[in-house]
């Protein structure tokens, strides 16, 4: 019988096997490490890309943020120029109403009644004044209570000065200060 040696030729398909095997390993490391170089590539890509969508709203919000403090300027002066306008509108009504008041207590107002001040807050006017006779002053209440534009009149004070306190008035006769107030009848 012929003696034949196998062990060489297992020596060699041991080497190819190991050969083979490496290779596939090498190959597959290959391939599991470009899959994760993809994967990096790809993440990295996702994070550049939402950093530019963050910087565009950014950059979107600001101008938002601008227009939105130019509206509240806007707005601002709108409400400013409503409330001149409203302030206006107060003072066209109420200036008849005024001008009434001034022209009827012009006439009603007897020689010897001087007013020193003349207030008007919303309806309620006050005046002060100087007259020479209680008499003269209670005439003067009369005529304003017959108006219709007014209410009936009330003295707040009456008293007679002192001799210094005087101003303005070259009469000799006795002088009492007066405090008078009174409601303005609405017209509408």
Not at 10 to 31: G, N
Not at 127 to 150: D, H, P, R, V
Not at 169 to 185: A, C, G, P, S, Y
């Amino acid at each position: 019988m012929v003696k034949i040696n196998l062990l060489p030729w297992r020596e060699t398909q041991r080497k190819e096997k190991q050969q083979r095997f490496l290779i596939l390993l090498s190959l597959s490391l290959i391939v599991v490490l470009s899959f994760f170089v993809l994967i990096h590539i790809d993440i990295a890509n996702q994070q550049y890309l939402q950093i530019q969508r963050n910087t565009m709203l950014k950059y979107e919000i600001s101008i938002q943020d601008k227009n939105i403090s130019v509206m509240n300027v806007l707005e601002a002066k709108t409400n400013q120029i409503i409330s001149k306008i409203n302030y206006i509108n107060i003072v066209q009504k109420t200036r008849l109403d005024t001008l009434g008041l001034l022209n009827q207590l012009a006439v009603d107002i007897p020689s010897t009644v001087f007013l020193i001040k003349l207030t008007r807050i919303d309806h309620e006017i006050i005046i002060e004044g100087k007259t020479q006779s209680s008499g003269a002053l209670s005439e003067f209440m009369q005529q304003i209570e017959n108006e219709a534009l007014f209410q009936v009149p009330i003295i707040e004070k009456m008293k007679t000065p002192d001799d210094a306190s005087i101003e303005n008035i070259k009469i000799n006769d006795n002088v009492q200060l007066f405090t008078l107030h009174f409601q303005q009848r609405n017209k509408h």
